[in-house]
């Protein structure tokens, strides 16, 4: 019976002009042209949107979250990387 | 070596929960939170579902075509609601055709509430202003449940949510100012679904099997008593203003608690409904089943269609 569940689908949308797209759910659809029409009717009833993708979740491949304390640890040890790092004399007020 | 693991594993699931950090699809979880939100955030799906039922019952007599574009509008979001709930449910790991199966067999209940039909178009007004204004008190809390893709889900609900209880106010407050006929309509309406509004936050918490691990997971933040006395005192002097009368003969201004009292609630009833024992319990059901039949063709053509046209 299952393996005639539609497949699952990620929603992203770009609320507006100059910004990202963002991860908002998903939906299940047959194909990719269905799962546009009904992200439109799911996630943007009221002006959420102006432009959509939808993605495959099976293609989607995501880092393992209980490796994500070893996999983020490099970055969190150089703090060289921030600005706040680094000592300026008295008198350089904005930098 | 395999029990210490789980408990350490625990230990810092629970230490999450109270530093409320949420908890994601893929993160560790104890069985039984899993299995506790697979049966309540189903449970949710089932009821915006079946819940547009006794509405949709009324689109097509709607009084003029404001109300009837209103009440699309808003049958058509609780279609969308079931729909993040559903997602919400898949991302704990059961198929969504399951999930649905375990309504369709009575497993897995829905909100008792849309077993009462929908008699007189005053009804439309009551549904949007108690029951809608019901489940946002619960939805509310329930924004800030620990299971994140359930917490989100009812970010977005909740926004929705607030024009539908204006819409059956005011419905209620057209009728109340209309001729004596429609405003025993309306009272007649508030007489049907002031009881079972109550009932729509479950069992007294001293009955309440689930609220104590519900609260210490904080995938409920308020118990059922504290949200049904929140509804009670936004509702009385909603209803007082537009001249209905809360058929509860016990209902009284506790100066002393600053809540309003309110006279015993009829669980027998609550248990029989929820037993499938209410008035439209069976219909419901036959209507889910039958839209499930009659569609399958359907999902298979398009899924034919999308293998077809895939390559
Ligand atoms: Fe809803
Ligand atoms: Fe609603």
Redesign the pocket.
């Given at each position: 019976m299952s393996t005639n569940e539609w497949p699952l689908w990620e929603v992203f949308i770009r609320s507006k002009q100059g910004l990202n797209h963002k991860h908002v759910g998903s939906l299940r659809a047959a194909d990719a042209e269905m799962a546009l029409q009904n992200a439109r009717d799911v996630y943007t009833r009221r002006s959420e949107g102006i432009s959509i993708w939808v993605v495959q979740s099976a293609l989607i491949t995501a880092s393992d979250p209980a490796d994500s304390e070893a996999y983020f640890e490099p970055s969190d040890s150089k703090v060289y990387r921030h600005p706040t790092f680094y000592d300026l004399p008295d008198g350089i007020e904005h930098m | 070596m395999e029990t210490l693991t789980q408990e350490k594993l625990a230990e810092k699931f629970q230490a999450k929960i109270d530093a409320d950090i949420k908890i994601e699809p893929n993160d560790w979880m104890p069985d039984t939170y899993r299995k506790t939100l697979i049966r309540q955030i189903s449970q949710h799906a089932h009821s915006?579902i079946v819940g547009m039922l006794p509405e949709g019952n009324w689109i097509t007599r709607a009084p003029s075509l404001r109300r009837k574009a209103v009440l699309l509008a808003k049958v058509q979001?609780?279609a969308g609601?079931g729909l993040y709930l559903y997602s919400a449910t898949e991302t704990l790991g059961v198929s969504r055709e399951d999930t649905i199966d375990d309504l369709h067999s009575g497993k897995v209940k829905y909100s008792s509430i849309f077993n009462y039909p929908t008699l007189t178009w005053a009804d439309i007004g009551a549904i949007g202003w108690l029951v809608d204004g019901a489940?946002i008190m619960n939805q509310v809390a329930l924004c800030r449940t620990s299971y994140g893709p359930y917490a989100r889900a009812m970010v977005k609900?909740c926004k929705e949510?607030s024009f539908h209880q204006r819409q059956g106010y005011e419905i209620m407050t057209t009728l109340m100012n209309g001729t004596e006929a429609q405003r025993e309509m309306a009272q007649d309406a508030m007489n049907r679904f002031w009881w079972p509004s109550l009932m729509m936050f479950g069992p007294s918490d001293a009955e309440s099997k689930h609220t104590e691990q519900s609260m210490r997971w904080r995938i409920k933040r308020h118990t059922n008593d504290e949200l049904r006395q929140s509804f009670v005192d936004a509702s009385v002097p909603q209803a007082e203003l537009i001249g209905l009368k809360i058929p509860d003969p016990n209902l009284k201004w506790n100066e002393a608690r600053g809540h309003y009292d309110f006279g015993a609630i009829d669980w027998e009833e609550f248990w029989q409904v929820v037993g499938g024992n209410g008035p439209c319990n069976k219909e419901r059901i036959e209507a889910r089943v039958k839209a499930k039949e009659e569609g399958e063709w359907v999902r298979e053509a398009a899924m034919a269609y999308a293998k077809k046209h895939k390559s």
């Open positions: - | 915006e979001d609780e609601h489940a609900i949510e």
